[in-house]
């Protein structure tokens, strides 16, 4: 089965890696709305509730941030993950007792559509900027929950694909196609890289994370993306989407394994259409709070809700 997957791959990096330049197009204006209510159904205010929500990430080729709006609150302050996996913004305001609350944080995002420049890599100038930029994060090629890049059987699938190919560009165009041959798309509960090698079956996630895991264990670092993929649904409680990111000549490229079986989503390895908000990196949380000291503790019922809506579509 391997043997055939990678004689399968030979072919399919020879017919994919032919050089193609960077187009971007106009792209698509969208605003991203986090919702967040609380409900204080007790007789006593909260003072100082804190709530925090991840920002689109920036530095990607599917987007460009435009700017951050918000409901009035005490206190709005932006803070980074760790690991280099983006930003997230802080809020803080009082919850009269018995009343529902609800604020608004407004993500103004341009998003386009990309492909990666195979040609312009090798240009001394591109060399010299890779060259300029820092090393990734050295998390991003270590095994981590999910990405079992150093289990057995994965180090074996990312062995045959070094010596199948010796160029580093056709090495990762043959993990990002080794999902494509090995999983069958199912719906299901996250379960990883691991298990999409044994079972041969699993969504976005086990896409994404097989990808990375292979990567990982060639020694590039690679990372899972989390997405709002926009194409039919424009409300949402989470990101309804995985993809991944890998660090190839300077630059994190972005790849699609799970997207890229059907033509009609346009994308695939460093190409892509104006149809997603990367929302986060590294699958940190999307959002979390504080409760301040004694809440829980107090007869009746408080309660959070998330939702996210995609507004304000416009191609320009």
Known sequence: MVRQCIAFLMLMAGLAGDTFADSSGKGTTVTLEAEITVNNDTDTPIEGYVHRVAVPVEGHMQQKLLGIRHDDVARFERKSFKHEAGDYVELEWDIPANTT?????????????????????????????????????????KPAKYIESEDDEIVRLAHHIQRSFSDPEAQLRAAFLTPQQMIQYRRQSTRGA???????????????????????AMGFPARMTSEFLFTEHREFSQPNHH??????????????????????????????????????????WVWSNLWPRGVSKRPGKVDVDMQWTIRDVRRK
């Open 243 to 284: 993809a991944a990111e890998v660090y190839l000549n300077g630059r994190w490229i972005p790849v699609d394994a799970n997207l890229a079986l059907d033509p009609k989503f346009g994308y695939g390895f460093g190409s892509g259409a104006h149809s997603k908000i990367v929302l986060n990196r590294n699958s940190v």
């Open 194 to 216: 691991l298990y999409a090698v044994s079972a041969r079956q699993g969504d976005c996630t086990e896409y994404a994370a097989l990808f990375v895991a292979l990567a990982r």
């Open 101 to 141: 609350s609800t604020k608004i944080v407004y993500f103004d995002l341009l998003v386009k559509s990309y492909q990666f420049s195979q040609g312009a890599r090798n240009t001394e100038r591109g060399l010299q900027g890779a060259r300029a930029r820092q090393a990734p994060d050295s998390i991003y090629v």
